[in-house]
């Protein structure tokens, strides 16, 4: 008797489910309507200051996220890092800047350094991975740091890090993510006093690349990596909720992806759809999966959106091999559509640039 009411009990969860997914399809076709701009694709890892491509001498780049402000500009927060200190120094020396445009394709002058790398008690070292969002009056710039955890890390042992697996072990596992509150996208930003979520059961040893949206039923949803229990290597994608956009956020105990290593998602509810979407990178591609509940994942029908390792000019069809294409960052328009889906490139120094999604 009590094996046929669970059977039944779960036989209606899954037609509940079958009946949500059904009155909400996934129809979004990310890659259908993509275009890279000639200016992209000819960049090559170049610094340029032209439309699609955001760079810098000076500075490595990593990753972005963008918002139109109050005036009608586009504010660009991304992290970066002194580019005479090497790629690997994101982990100990990155900032989060912020950069304003005319048109979400930029050109992107930078402005100012919302967060320093040199924080409070729990992001001492680094901000790194920024995302920005705008919720209730409130501007929220959520970024990943590392604690020194009683190291007292001179600027001596952070360079050194650089070649020590056994210091940057201790340095990754101490990476925790946070978030800092603005009235304005100019600042000040008041950061937060302690991370707003730690690792818990899908997720093991980090929190890090936080991506929050606000769901249809008003409360925050967050999707966050961390490393998968007793895998060695493998990071997962993982769900946690809060009533609040500063958190703390409560893991849920099914991981969005634990399948395949993943990187980097960015996570957003589609209100045309009625379900929320993520697109995050994986090893060979730009990869977009979908929940209608949040809570159950599937890989979308338009799964592979890009190679992560291959840029092609819609206009001319050439091909052009980058070392890496990482951090999708997706911009919604005026009615919540995706419009542009921002990416970082590595090909002997890192630069963001813009795919654009046409109508």
Known sequence: MIKRLLAVGLMGILLQNTAIAEDNPDTLNLKANMKISAAAFNAHGKRTA???????????????????????????????????????????????????????????????????????????????????????????????????????????KLQKAHSDKGYWKILRFNQRSGVAVSDSLNGPWKRCEKPIIEPSGPIANLTVNPTVTKGSDGKYWMMIKGDKPGSGRQRNQAIAISDVPVGPFVLQPKPAIDGFDTEDADLWYDKNRKRFYALFHMHKNIGLITSPDGLNWTKAKSFKVTPNKTLINAETGKQRRIKRVERPFVLLDENDEPMMIFVTALQGSSYNFVLTLEK
């Not at 919302?114 to 901000?127: P, R, V």
């Not at 995302?131 to 959520?142: A, Q, R, V």
């Open 50 to 156: 032209v439309a699609h491509v955001f760079g810098d001498k000076n500075w490595e780049q990593w990753g972005c996220g963008v918002i139109k402000g109050e005036d009608d500009k586009y504010h660009m927060f991304y992290a970066r890092w002194p580019k005479k200190l090497g790629h690997n120094a994101w982990l100990t020396h990155s900032e989060i800047a912020h950069a304003v445009a005319e048109k979400p394709e930029g050109p992107y002058t930078y402005v100012d350094t919302a967060l320093s790398c040199n924080g409070g008690d729990w992001d001492q070292i680094t901000a790194h991975n920024p995302k920005i969002k705008h919720f209730d009056g409130k501007y929220y710039l959520y970024y990943i740091s590392t604690h020194d955890s009683g190291m007292n890390a001179s600027e001596d």
